[in-house]
């Protein structure tokens, strides 16, 4: 019974005010003034008198609606940023330190003095990193891999006492 009483009653706004309000200008503004006769008395467009006012404001609705749903979504994005991790900036790694994030090594033989005319210098030689594998990048120790900001004993919302 509710959902006919609901359904009825939206179908009756929609088909007075969309169809036959717009078809027999009815005088139902302020003062017995038709639609047409309010726009002209607040000296708005003429071109605004021929928008349906239903359509005009399921139209407003939806664009009320996006709005709102586009400032809920950037506080989520601004929410998120103060969650991320200070140190790897979200990603969960860093740069390797020993091979400057390239992931490989230089390895350079000393130059010794004494046979400086004998020898030609040889090229140097690279191998792979070590510590990153080569991948040039290392594990975050501070957030583990994560990339979220996680609660420590530094923290100051975590009670030691508690």
Do not use: W
């Amino acid at each position: 019974m509710y959902y006919a009483t609901c359904f009825t009653l939206i179908a009756g706004i929609i088909l007075f005010g969309g169809l036959l309000a717009p078809v027999l200008e009815l005088k139902l503004g302020l003062g017995g003034t038709s639609y047409e006769d309010f726009i002209r008395s607040m000296y708005l467009p003429e071109q605004l008198s021929q928008v349906d006012p239903i359509v005009a404001s399921f139209s407003g609705g939806a664009v009320g609606v996006i709005s709102a749903l586009m400032v809920v979504e950037i506080n989520n994005v601004k929410q998120q940023e103060q969650k991320r991790c200070k140190y790897c900036l979200g990603t969960g790694y860093l740069a390797c330190a020993r091979c400057s994030s390239t992931g490989a090594l230089l390895l350079i033989e000393p130059v010794s003095t004494v046979n400086s005319g004998e020898q030609p210098l040889s090229a140097p030689k690279t191998e792979r990193c070590s510590n990153c594998s080569g991948s040039g990048k290392v594990m975050c120790p501070t957030c583990l891999c994560t990339g979220m900001a996680m609660a420590s004993e530094h923290d100051p919302r975590i009670d030691p006492f508690d």
